[in-house]
Structure formats: C-alpha cells, structure tokens
C-alpha cells in the first residue's frame, strides 16, 4: 500500500534546492530525515557549495545512519527537534517535516527564527504537510513529548478521510500504531498550518514582515521567509506562481481520493466484504 503514496519531501527538491541557492544558502538544518531521501539531495547541495547539513531525527532508518556516517558534510544530531535546535548555529534555512503537529512545528519555527535573528540572517524555512490531513489537525509519532496541556485527545487506531466532519473514523488514512491522529480536526493550536498562521501572526513586525507561499501538493509545502531579505524578490519569482495554485489543489484531492479507495477496497478484502 505505501509503494502507491508519493509522500516524501524529496519531491520539491527542484524547487527548494534553487530556493536555498537564490538566497545564497550553504548550511542546512533538516528536521526529519527518516529514510533519508531528501537528505541526500540536501547534502549534495550542501557539498556543491562547501556547506554543510545537520539532520536532526531522533530514530531515523538505519539506511539513513550508515549513509550519514560516511558523509564528512553531514552531521546527525538523533535527539527530538525541540532539544537540538537550541545547539545550532551557522544556520542559513530550514527544512522542516518532523513531528506534525501545532506545539512541536510552532517551537521549530520559534527556536530557528530566534536563532536567525541572533546572528542577523532572514529566516527561510521550508515545511512538509501544510495541507490535508496534518494541516489542521495534530498527527503525533511520539505524543509523551508533547506536555500534556498541549496534546489533543489521539488515537493510534482510528484513520482520517477527505471530507470528515472532524472526528475520527475506523477506517481510512491511519499510522498503523506508529502515529496517532488528534480524535477531532480544527480548532485552536491544531495542525501544522495552523502552527505556520500563528507563528506568522505572532513574528511580524511593522518593520519585519514574514511572507508565506503555499503549495498544494504532496501533503503540502509551506515556505515561510523574510518578505525584506535581499532574496525575497528571487525566492518570490521561483516560487510565488505554485501559491494556491487550483489546478495542484485539485490534483491533489484526486490524488488522495485515490489512495483513500484503495485504502478502503484493502480494509474490506481483510475483513470479507469487498465485493
């Protein structure tokens, strides 16, 4: 069932990677590494340039620990996010696409944007599953890190379909015990774009103000940036014309409509009422 989702991050790669060099970007923090698929096409960036990458993961595949070792130009911290930010420094943007949901993602932003202004650099972040079904509801890999007045009411079992009224369903996109999903979407502190919104809201000054593109594809990518860096304007012509854009919108609920089905006709031939 995984072969048919197209899910990693490693399919912007031709948009981030002009992205980060437009801005003049060398070294590179990337949250989430798990196989390491986009990791490598950040580290050849990184070693075209004389950068460097740090992959932050606390638990990532095995695959991706023996090829990380063997690269002098890549660091791997295996701590949570939220512990290994306060570490960094030299950073020049941001990979995001760890734990999905409001209080960790809001943190990321916070703890880079605090890091970037500390040494004078405009914050360029990109971020992984801005759209459906992290968007606007938390999904936790690992909800004992989350303080318990930051944690929605989750489930390990129960999955997640296009259109639901928000609570979840037996059936549909799930974990697998792996990951849990927030028993209800919407709300306050819920979700990775609510966690981008806020953290925009929150950051933008009269004199600094904080630009967003978002991308409706591939669960969705969000870039937040300095609107006032010297990049801006380059980071803008690349990007700004995939914002919102409604026929990648589209693709992707026909996409997930499609997994969705087979997900369903799966489920049915397990339990014997597939016709």
Known sequence: MSDLLIHSM????????????AA??????EIGAEFGGMSQHLADYCAQRGG?????????????????????????????????????????AWVI??????YTVSHELALADGLCRREG???????????????????YYAPERIPREHRHTHSY????????????????????GHSAWALQSGGPRNGVLTAVEDFIAAASTPERSLAYIHIPAVFGLGVVFDGSAPWADAVRALLGHWHDDPLLAALE???????????????????GTAK
């Not at 490693?10 to 060099?21: D, V």
């Not at 696409?97 to 409001?102: T, V, W």
């Not at 609920?253 to 339990?271: F, H, K, M, P, S």
């Open 121 to 139: 650099k405009p914050l360029l972040a990109f971020l992984h599953d801005v759209g459906w079904p992290s968007g606007r509801r938390d999904m």
């Open 10 to 21: 490693s399919e912007f790669a031709h948009l981030i990677l002009p992205a980060f060099a």
């Open 97 to 102: 696409d760890g734990d999905h949901n409001y």
């Open 157 to 176: 079992e129960a999955g997640v379909t296009l259109g639901d009224a928000g609570f979840l369903v037996q059936r549909g996109f799930r974990g697998g």
């Open 24 to 29: 003049g970007a060398t070294n590179i923090a």
């Open 253 to 271: 609920v026909n996409r997930l409509r499609n997994y969705l089905a087979v997900i369903e006709w799966q489920d049915r031939q397990a339990d």
């Open 52 to 92: 460097h990458l740090t992959s932050i993961d606390p638990a990532p595949q095995d695959a991706f620990l023996n090829w990380a070792a063997a690269c002098s130009h890549v660091t791997h911290i295996a701590e949570p996010s939220l512990d290994a930010l306060p570490q960094l420094s030299g950073i020049d």
